[in-house]
Each structure stands twice: as C-alpha cells, then as structure tokens.
C-alpha cells in the first residue's frame, strides 16, 4: 500500500530510450494483420464426431455469446451460439489495440494527500497493443503466448477512487511505454465423451469440437479474470463497461501483480448445466508488487467457483458464486491503531488469512437485452493487497444490442456501483494511512462511494469501434468532502 504506488510509478517511469516503441508496437501489429490475410488457412477438417450442438462455450443452454476475459477483464474471448461444425485449428495469430482518453472537469477539492485524485490532474490516456500465438501441440493440448506492450497513467497516477474509472490502467505506468508478457500457458482438454459443441476461435482460444462433459487443466501465467467471476454483460473492457468494480467484483481481492497477472494452475470440470472451477494462484512479495513470493507453500491464494445456468421464461441466465482464500503478508488495522509504529504497508507481522465471496448474475430478460449484478465481501479487519480499497460492494446493470436499433454491432450499457469499508479501515484512513488506490490524508466524513456509467460502442468498420463512456462519482475515496467527479472517456478499439 504506502509508498508501494508512487515508486513503482517512478522505476517504471524511467528513460530507455524506448520513445519509438509504440510507433513499432503498432507496425508489428499492422504487420500481423497483413500475414494473417495473406497465408492459408491453417484449418483442418475436423474427424467425424457424434451430432455437434452449437453451445456457447461453458453454457450450451445460452443463446448470446458468453464472454471469457483473459485479464483483469481487458480481453474476452466471444463464442457464438449458432449450431454449427466448423474446422479445427491449428495455430492462430490475433492481435488489438486499445487507446483510453479520459478526463474530468474539475471539482470540489479541499484537500489532498499522497493518493488523492486531485482537481488539476484533468486528463489522462492509455495505450495497449496485444498478439496472441496459439498453437495446437497434441489433440486436446494448446498453448498460448500473450506479449503486450502498454503505456500510460490512468487519472491521478491511479489512485484516488476506490471503484477506479479506466480497467484498461495499470496500478503502474510509464511514460515511454514497455513490453511484458500477461499470458504464457499450456491448456489440456478431457473429454468425457457424448455430446459435443463447438468452441469458436478468438485470443485464446483456438477453434475446436470439445465433449460438453469435460475437464480442462490451464497452467502458465494467467489472470485469474480468464476463469472466474466471468460475467457475459460486464467482464470486458475493451467493449463494454471500463470501471474497475463493473468489469471484476469490487471487493475480490484477487491474485494479481501490480500489472493485473500471476502464475497459477487451474481445474475446470464442465457439465450442460453447471460448471465448477478450481485455482491455485501465486501472489506478489509486497502488495501491489511486481516479484512473486518464492514462499509457494506459505503465500497464495486458492480459488473456487460454482455456475448453474437455467432458462428463466424462455431466457438463458447463469448465477455463479465464488470465494477465496488468500495467505500472505497482511496488515491488520486494529494493530495499526493500537501503535501507529506498526507499518502496515511494509514488511508486516506473520502470514495470516484473507478470505471473501462474491455472488453475481447474468440474465437476458428478451432478445438483445440482459442484465446482471454481483454482490461481493471481504474481510474488512484486513488491508487489500491486490485490487483496490472495497471490503462490501455492489453493482447492477443492464446492456443493450445494437440489432434492436439495426446496428447489430453496436451496444448500450448502463449500471451502478457502490463501495463500503469496514469501521477500523475507516480509521485507518481518518488518521493518515494509504490503501492500494486511495489515501486522502484524512476522512473526517466518510461516506459510500456511489458511482454510474454509461456507454454507447459503435462499430466504425469491421476493425475498430469507438465508444463514448461517463462516469459519475459521489464520495469518492469514500470522502464525503471532494467531489462529485464527472469523468469522460473516449475508447478506441482495433482488432484482428
């Protein structure tokens, strides 16, 4: 938490000579577009197989695409619903780019303090660019190789709002831009045999037949978004919503570095009617780290995760309900109370748990129309150590095709979010401390953090879409003393 923000911000800041980066980032890609059109197909018809009935990957009762994000919600993965046999891939090579404007008016600003979103810091962007390598190593085997160059702040260095406005900033920026790798995995697929459907191609995932009754093993560097707390209307913000606590539960403290990713191994085993998940995660050395804790039996964070779909009047739906546990390094807020030389935000006291649960829906209530929401809680004695500064939070929403006003790849999205924290973490923050994200100096008023956005995408052409996205903030930082904050995006997406 202290400290951890602003010095990564300032290592990762510096110079190296890489003031071109993204001008060659965006010629490799544009490169890849032209490779991928010019080569054959590297399709293969796929071995006769019992009757395929096309299923929307983990839910065969679903009639819209499902959404499976490969990050901290930044890149889904769309399946269609129609029945159809299609080949099956060999290797494939995707690739998008995403540019974020976002700025704000001005507002009420009494005081500030080391993480505060403050009046004058009025704009911001972000720029990432991904390709994906996939590549078929033996039936039923992949893997997937992920390097992503990112550049960038979001508002405020991001800190100042717990329910943060941009999922496309990272906890870290840079100036000048860098390359890293979010995804390098192996996947491996079991089939139980009988029914099959068809998994349609996309970032991570290479087009094939799967049995509906299977097991699926994923292990590499992953994000534990690419899994869990998956949401078909509001898990994907490069098309959807971009607030922190709309595209992942607002109070899921997550496995995560400070760029979103960590190694983990996961289970899947999958029926036509639920599903349930199981992972095993590293977590970082300090929170809000980069370097992941060597202790692999002592710090990490365990995973599970429970969906049943159902048809509600004719309409597919899923609930899903998921808890974690998380072993590390926590500070604890009452010992900090009780003797302000305890320093929560560093080297702390001995292991000790973190746990929470989250419980979130996704309902189409007529065609091209769904909503959803999620309700999620942690432990409020303890810090946050990977997301951001929520103990209880709640969000509601509703999203709209555009095939209902004949743009059929446009979308509408509306929804609303509130944020909570424990009474010691209030506390904590009245007398000075600093969380993941916020840190006001003070909190003589503490209020909840209230939130609503709205967006509208447009589909410019077959690879890019622009959307137009406000924010309303009330109370942010839970500081009844600053705000409103209205702030407004501007999101670019181009992809192959």
Known sequence: MKANIATQSQRFSSSRASGDRRTIIYCILAAAVQLTYCLPSPAQEPSPSPAITGAVVNNPLDSKPAIVSDSLGKQPIETQSETRASATQNWAIHGDAIEVFQGQPGFHDPYNGPNSLQSQDDFRQTSTVDLFFDARLWPGAEVYFNPEYYQGFGLGGTRGIAQFPNSEAYKVGKYRGDVFIPHLFVRQVFGFGGEQEHLDEGPLQLAENVDISRLTITAGKIAVGDQFDNNAYS?????????????????????????????????????????????????????????????????????????????????????RLTGWLLRQHLGDFSSFLRDQSILINGLREPYRIDYGVVLGFEQEVAKDVGIFGRLSYRDPRLEAYMFTDIDRALSVGISLDGELWRRQNDAFGFAYGVADIGVTHRDYLNQGGLGVLIGDGKLPHF???????????????????????????????????????????????LRF
């Open 447 to 493: 209020g909840y953090e209230n939130f609503i956005e709205t967006f509208y995408n447009v589909a410019v052409c077959k690879w890019v879409n622009f959307t137009a996205d406000y924010q309303l903030f009330v109370n942010p930082g839970y500081n009844q003393d600053k705000g409103p904050i209205s702030v407004f995006s501007g999101r670019i997406t």
């Open 235 to 319: 898990h994907d913000s490069t098309s959807q919503f971009l607030n922190w606590a709309l595209v992942d539960a607002g109070a899921f403290d997550y496995a995560a570095d400070s760029l979103g990713y960590e190694y983990g191994i996961t289970a899947e085993l999958n029926q036509k009617a639920w599903a349930a998940r199981v992972g095993y995660f590293t977590v970082p050395r300090v929170n809000n780290g980069l370097a992941t804790d060597g202790h692999y039996l002592k710090a990490f964070q365990l995973v599970g995760e429970l969906e049943g779909r159902y048809q509600l009047f004719g309409h597919p739906g899923r609930v």
